[in-house]
């Protein structure tokens, strides 16, 4: 069966902009899935959860899905602890010194985000220091052309970019939220309109930290059927509802073996919270077991539906991008007025700038 392209175009409203085949062409019924999805809007959408719960899996499985549909760029940040993403996403690791919290990588990105800002001190870049006409931002579709790209891997439309861990000389004197720091300015300066930016975040409530809660249109919060799991999305709600992003909160069990677990899961969370259930499955255990490389087309089918689930959820949400930044002033705002934050680097409520807005382009 094939359909006019102008006909897709007409229904959904798109601009022509967004059109890149030519009038009347005709297009097979997959070939329109991915037009449709290549006109959709920027995205950006974080895992969370306990430790152990499936982050990194849910992560990559949903990063090679989507970069296998669209031609648009998936970036996928590794901001977990433990670096699990980019070998499930079939890349090499990457080197320390490669980690965009390592110093040199930081230091290199944050004098380029800074741009033409009069910001003279790297350490008044602080990471709620949000970006203004004078920033310099990163479009997702030029992301190797960036100081940031050459930290990153790349295949295809497919990149992964490690944030970093505990080096021996951090332990005891430096806190994982230190690293995240840099994650937090590279997300609020990118601007996501032509791409999926993919977060493995760290576990547990870290993101409450600074801003990183903030900076997402989806968080996906894994949760197995235990205990310890719904404890780890009742504390983690019970902070989104108080910083007023629990909206963009959503569930997916894992892990899941019967018809006991669903409901175990049901009982504790409410079922329109629920994007839906993640069978323990086969191909996963090979991955972990015998080295296997992830493939969306060997995981259960029922796990592909949730993928697909998952990206029409996120494909149905509105641009977020000026309501995101609006969260990042009012945390800022709240960071510079304490008192010891003046004192240190004077009044940083001069950063924001209020005229500053997302382009269309
Ligand atoms: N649906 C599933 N079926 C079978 N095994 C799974 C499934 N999901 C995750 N696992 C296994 O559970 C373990 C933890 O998964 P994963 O590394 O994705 O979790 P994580 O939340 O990222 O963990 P960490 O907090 O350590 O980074 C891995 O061994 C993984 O293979
Ligand atoms: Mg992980």
């Not at 052309?145 to 295949?155: E, I």
């Not at 909206?247 to 919270?273: A, C, L, M, T």
Request: net charge neutral; glycine share 6%; with cysteine.
């Amino acid at each position: 069966m094939t359909i006019s392209f102008a006909m897709i175009a007409e229904r959904l409203n798109l601009s022509k902009s967004h059109i890149t085949q030519s009038k009347g062409e005709k297009l097979t019924i997959l070939q329109c899935e991915v037009v449709v999805l290549n006109a959709i809007n920027n995205m950006k959408i974080a895992f969370v959860g306990k430790g152990g719960s499936g982050k990194s899996t849910l992560c990559a499985s949903f990063a090679l899905y989507v970069s296998s549909l669209t031609t648009k760029p998936v970036v996928v940040f590794d901001a977990d602890l433990n670096i699990h993403a980019p070998k499930l996403l079939g890349f090499l690791p990457i080197p320390f010194d490669k980690h965009i919290s390592a110093p040199g990588p930081t230091d290199e990105i944050k004098k380029w985000l800074i741009g033409k800002n009069d910001i003279k001190n790297l350490g008044a870049f602080r990471k709620s220091t949000p970006p203004t006409q004078k920033s310099n931002l990163v479009r997702l579709e030029s992301i190797q052309n960036t100081p940031l790209g050459k930290y990153g891997l790349h295949r295809g439309n497919l990149s992964v970019f490690a944030v970093g861990t505990y080096q021996e000389e951090d332990i005891g004197a430096s806190c994982y939220h230190n690293n995240l720091a840099i994650l937090e300015s590279i997300l609020s300066h990118t601007d996501d309109a032509h791409g999926y930016v993919v977060t493995d975040m760290v576990a547990g409530v870290d993101s409450f930290a600074g801003t990183l809660h903030a900076q997402f249109d989806l968080t996906c919060l894994i949760v197995e059927p235990t205990m310890r799991s719904i404890e780890v999305y009742i504390k983690y709600i019970d902070l989104a509802n108080e910083a007023g992003v629990a909206e963009s909160v959503r569930v997916i069990g894992n892990k899941i073996r019967n018809q006991k677990d669903i409901d175990f899961i049901k009982s504790h969370i409410p079922s329109q919270k629920i994007i839906g259930f993640f069978t323990d499955d086969e191909h996963i255990r090979d991955i972990d077991q015998n080295g296997a490389l992830l493939s969306v087309a060997k995981l259960n089918p029922d796990n592909q539906n949730i993928l697909k689930t998952i990206l029409e959820l996120v494909d149905s949400l509105p641009d977020n991008r000026q309501l995101r930044l609006g969260k990042i002033w009012e945390i800022h705002r709240k960071y510079s007025n304490q008192v010891h934050i003046k004192n240190l680097y004077g009044n940083l409520n001069l950063q924001i700038d209020e005229s500053f807005v997302f382009s269309d382009t």
